[in-house]
């Protein structure tokens, strides 16, 4: 099979998570193996690379790219689900926890996904191929929910619009392919917004994909769950892909490294919190102008990274 994916901050990502060499580390996006491969190099002895998806097609190849190598365990799985895996293979405590988020090129480009607005194929976005996808979405959900995932997930200013005609063309016909999508997103665009730059529907295809796949929610509750798994001085590293994201990455890293969280008028401490992580890039890490040339979808990329501190 063949799997496409160029991995964006391939060298800063492994850089920042410091390995050592018997450590234990989760790639939790894996995707086409590239940061798991420059991780698993690293490694000796009894040191672990964990690597998870949740894309059946990623694991199969995963599997077929690893297959003999003793130090990586591939897990077709939701990061979300990340104590069960590690307690399945009795580890306790991580080195480091890589999330390099969102979708892959792999997943973009197969039309037979049917993430892209590029190409017409069944509408689907599902990351693990089971469960309610972006058809039963658009066929199924009120006019008032559409209209608020499209407001809060693709930030789309247009979104009660792109809703009400969802609703009236799929009483008459219902939305089956991407291409049925993109035509009633662009009858509900106005003419300016359709003649400038950028496809008209990238806004509402990523809101659909992030709400199908619950990305933001299972975003804030794992990193939650990876940091109580962090040994000290264990890093998380995650790239994100858009604001939405990155939001919660800075919002939950930044959680983690500060101190006392009592409202300012109290005159003294009760909640006697400590910081338990340092950030390790104060502002997000960007791509340079040649690995944007080189890899353009990396163009939105930021990377963030923390460590853990001792603290209890
Ligand atoms: C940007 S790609 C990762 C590419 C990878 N770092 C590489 O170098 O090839 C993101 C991958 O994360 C997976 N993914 C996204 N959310 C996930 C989740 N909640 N649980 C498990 N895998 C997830 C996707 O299926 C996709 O394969
Ligand atoms: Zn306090």
Known sequence: MKFFHKSVFLEKAVELLNIKPSGVYVDATAGGGGHSESIVKKLSGAGKLISL????????????????????FVFEKNFVNIDEVLDELKVDLVDGFLFDLGVSSYQLDNVSRGFSYKKDAALDMRMSKSGFSARDFVNTACEKKISQVIKEFGEEKYADSIARNLVKSRSEKSVETTFDLVEIIKQS??????KSKGHPAKKTFQAIRIYVNSELSILEKTLGLAFKRLAPHGRIVAITFHSLEDRIVKKKFTSFSSGCCCPPYFPICTCGKKPEAILLTKKPLKPTEREIEENPRCKSAKLRACEKIFSK
């Open 53 to 72: 998806d949740q894309d059946p097609d990623a694991i199969k190849f995963l599997k077929a790219k690893f297959k003999s190598c003793k130090n990586l």
């Open 189 to 194: 665009l106005p003419q300016k917004v359709l």
